[in-house]
């Protein structure tokens, strides 16, 4: 039994050696290698670990178990719509990880469990869904990108990050902004929410933000701005991007100036638009 037991292991270190190559800081592997299920087994691998563009369309709970130095994993441009949990604990020191570009529809809780990842890269799937605990223990968490999915509302999860500094959330179906939307993101200092369907920005949806510098809401369906609420909440906001929105032209220009009196700069648009200002087109 112990015998067979080691081929069965010599096998598969085998087969994970001639569908990986490393040179020097990369270890790049064919997606083979993790369709046929098994633990990966690489006698050297380096600290970057990525996969090629294919059809990994799983994660189980025990792929990775034997690579438990490995610092930044890419397995962007896959079709993972499951990953297991626990896929990644077995990481000691896991700074980044992404899946942009596959077919995940939900993140549920104890899949990203690592409290030294710093950057995570969710962007270009499908989800629809984040479990409130998806991120309970990601306490150094600093990038997070979620564009380009299809969240309805902001994910209560985020709540978790306290020291987030770059959230990407543009590029989804956000309708309204609910007041402490993003209540303990007190290190964030970038929000991207362009190019939703947000029309609502209700009171205090930013309160906590107090450190925030740049905020794009560009590309959405605002017609109305309390520009006093707002700024009353992003004591720190240095750049607010509010080109191509549902404004009156009296509207826009009210809420540019009274931005730009509190020294908040408001870059111009590129509408050619007979109806505009600033390049921004707004309604007459």
Do not use: W
């Amino acid at each position: 039994m112990f015998v067979f037991t080691a081929i069965i292991v010599l096998v598969l270190i085998k087969n994970s050696q001639e569908l990986c190559q490393s040179n020097l800081g990369v270890t790049s592997c064919k997606n083979e290698v993790l369709t046929n299920r098994a633990p990966i087994r690489i006698s050297d691998y380096r600290k970057l670990l990525q996969f090629e563009k294919g059809h990994i369309t799983d994660i189980t709970s025990e792929a990775f178990k034997n690579l438990p130095n490995v610092e930044k994993l890419i397995l962007s441009n896959n079709l993972v719509n499951n990953i297991q949990q626990g896929a990644f604990k077995s990481f000691y020191n896991i700074s980044e990880i992404s899946l942009y570009n596959n077919k995940l529809e939900t993140i549920q809780r104890d899949v990203f469990t690592s409290k030294t990842l710093r950057v995570l890269d969710l962007g270009m799937n499908s989800i629809n869904l984040i479990e409130p605990e998806a991120f309970k223990t990601l306490e150094n968490l600093e990038e997070l990108n979620l564009a380009f999915n299809k969240l309805k509302a902001t994910p209560n999860a985020l709540k978790s990050l306290t020291n987030l500094k770059t959230l990407r959330l543009d590029n989804n179906q956000l309708q309204a902004l609910q007041p402490k939307s993003f209540e303990d993101l007190h290190s964030l200092h970038t929000l991207d929410l362009s190019n939703n369907k947000i029309n609502d920005i209700q009171a205090n949806a930013f309160q906590g933000l107090s450190n925030l510098k740049d905020l794009n809401l560009k590309s959405n369906y605002l017609s109305h701005f309390d520009t006093a609420g707002l700024l009353n909440n992003l004591k720190s906001l240095k750049t607010i991007h509010i080109n191509i929105n549902s404004f009156k032209c009296k509207d826009l220009m009210r809420v540019i100036s009274e931005l730009e009196a509190r020294r908040v700069q408001v870059p111009n648009g590129f509408s050619k638009s007979k109806v505009s200002y600033r390049g921004m087109s707004c309604i007459n």
